[in-house]
DNA sequence: TTGTAAGCGTTATCAC
DNA sequence: GTGATAACGCTTACAA
């Protein structure tokens, strides 16, 4: 009882009454091959099934035309947070337009030993390797001393030589306070995020640019940084709306986080000029699914062995004024 | 300017002073080999970074150990649903046990050429396929042709020849129709869901077997089939409960619809004993991460050349009874 | 105990 | 145009 689908090369050259070689050729397009022939060898490819057993073909050409896409750590759900989402949807267009296959290789539980994309890396089972988020400085390191090109995205580890494909987290955080303090606030709430993080840091910085380049003097205990949280978010604004001298504007870091902000500030008895589920938030767009295309792009640059202009390429955002804080100057 | 990492099993043996299919052995450890030169290889593998070439192996071995995990089109977020979050658990439990890698192949687009997985099983990638929720025919059928051992997780198709695991979903609401009706209701609401997937025939043929074998009538105008969503389930249930003669219970066959029974009810004016946010439901409950090691272990099984006993794995659930239904009996 | 020879399925090189 | 021959990196017979 011979198997489907296991038809080999040979099976299909001698179908077709050619040697494996001119099969080859035949199915691959490259060489002079008579047409008679080469429709002879597609028919019986066809006839029979054939598919190219993948090891083979990755250990002579060495490369396996796939990449392994790693959801960092600081990703819960790779495909239902919306920010993900957007971003692998950019990656996966520019894979799928460039003829890759996409691996994504879960971490079910915290391992001690090397996470798979070390593996794979070390293996030669990939041709490349995107990191989406937050990972392991020691793993990152390892993976990259393999050759195996690896890039990040929306995150970057200075210290270690990966290219990466992030966002102006900082120039974002600045125009948005400045945004602010253009509208007569003199003090700005910061609710930050303080997770093992680049962007944390990042729009704090942007932040307090912000403020001085306004003329604002710093008031720390306006400032906060918390996990990435609704519910910590709306507790920490109720705080910071029972101070003796309250803000009269919150700059909250993530639209997840800004929630939380608007129902504390609700229930602290502030109008806000929006519809609780959905509200018009004054906020930064980040091109996400660009993001994620550009940090595809440059992979393959690297696969291709192009080096890239710069280490970090920094995407530009924007302000988008909306309804949460009222009025348009 | 050697890249490191390449470091083949030649180098090794090289570095080891052995020949290349000893220094195989010393790290494979089936054979006889002194253990001088099994240290030295060791050694010098640890030292070099030796790591095999994933292809060669795969090519002279025939597997590669490791298997593909497919969501199904119907898994919004395989990682986020707290559904799958807990199947895939369990399977990602027992393949790291076995020593399989695991690989999700995502989709994402509808690609109108062959899923990933088919184009994997037809090229021998992987060892096993595991598919979980609903799947093109087509494409399940073109895979399993291949030969490559197939395995559904939630799902199964009676004309496809693949072994599934899935929940006694005919079952479960058979036990939970008759606790309703044990409780002395006689008109059972039905709000079940219109998929194209096995559970929604299965959950109303237990409701509808519930009936019958409780003495009660059937009423076609207490059933409906709708899409899982909250809102739609809310809509349902205002909707019943404003009929001349509504049910004075209803059965939700997902706990997201249950959620838009209970708002639905709240408003129409029903007292319900209990929070909103995290309703005591009186439920059924799945053995997920069970669900998911079983399918895994049964993939497993076929890798391994083992006959499974059934095709089709029926798991058992459990009625749970909490405070919606008011009252133990 | 160790090395030599062969082969996994494919593609590239180079004669014919 | 086509077909031998070698090679990719590794493992398993089998001989030394």
Redesign the pocket.
């Known amino acids: 009882m011979k198997r489907r689908g296991t038809s080999?090369?040979?099976d299909v050259a001698a179908a077709a009454?050619?040697?494996?070689?001119?099969a080859?050729?035949a199915?691959?397009g490259?060489?002079?091959?008579?047409s008679?022939?080469?429709t002879r060898v597609l028919e019986a490819a066809r006839r029979l099934r054939?598919t190219?057993?993948a090891a083979?073909?990755r250990?002579?050409?060495?490369r396996s035309d796939s990449v392994a896409i790693v959801p960092g750590s600081n990703m819960r759900g790779i495909f239902s947070d919306l920010f993900y989402r957007a971003v692998l949807s950019g990656v996966g267009g520019a894979f799928e337009e460039a003829g890759y296959r996409m691996l994504i290789t879960p971490t079910f539980r915290p391992a001690a030993e090397a996470p798979q994309f070390v593996k794979m890396a070390a293996a030669r089972e990939v041709d490349g390797i995107l990191i989406a988020g937050v990972v392991d400085r020691r793993w990152l390191a390892e993976a990259v001393e393999t050759g195996t090109p690896v890039i990040l995205l929306d995150n970057h580890l200075p210290d270690i030589p990966v290219p990466a494909v992030v966002n102006d987290n900082a120039g974002g955080a600045y125009r948005a306070t400045r945004f602010l303090a253009s509208l007569g606030h003199t003090r700005i709430g910061f609710i930050g995020a303080a997770v093992d993080y680049p962007f944390g840091p990042e729009t704090q910085a942007g932040y307090l640019r912000a403020l001085r380049d306004a003329g604002l003097r710093r008031d720390r205990g306006l400032e906060c940084s918390i996990p990435i949280d609704v519910e910590e978010a709306r507790r920490r604004t109720r705080t910071l709306l029972a101070l003796p001298q309250p803000p009269s504007a919150i700059f909250a870091v993530t639209d997840t986080m800004a929630m939380g902000v608007i129902t504390g500030a609700r229930q602290s008895g502030c109008a806000i000029p929006a519809d609780i589920t959905n509200p018009p938030l004054t906020t930064i767009r980040v091109r996400k699914e660009e993001m994620g295309r550009r940090a595809a792009e440059r992979l393959l640059d690297l696969i291709h062995g192009k080096k890239l202009e710069r280490a970090v390429e920094v995407l530009a955002n924007e302000l988008i004024v909306r309804g949460t804080t009222g009025g348009r100057r």
């Open positions: 080999k090369l040979r009454g050619v040697s494996v070689p001119t080859s050729q199915l691959n490259r060489a002079r091959i008579s008679t022939t080469r054939y190219p057993h083979a073909r250990l002579i050409l060495g």
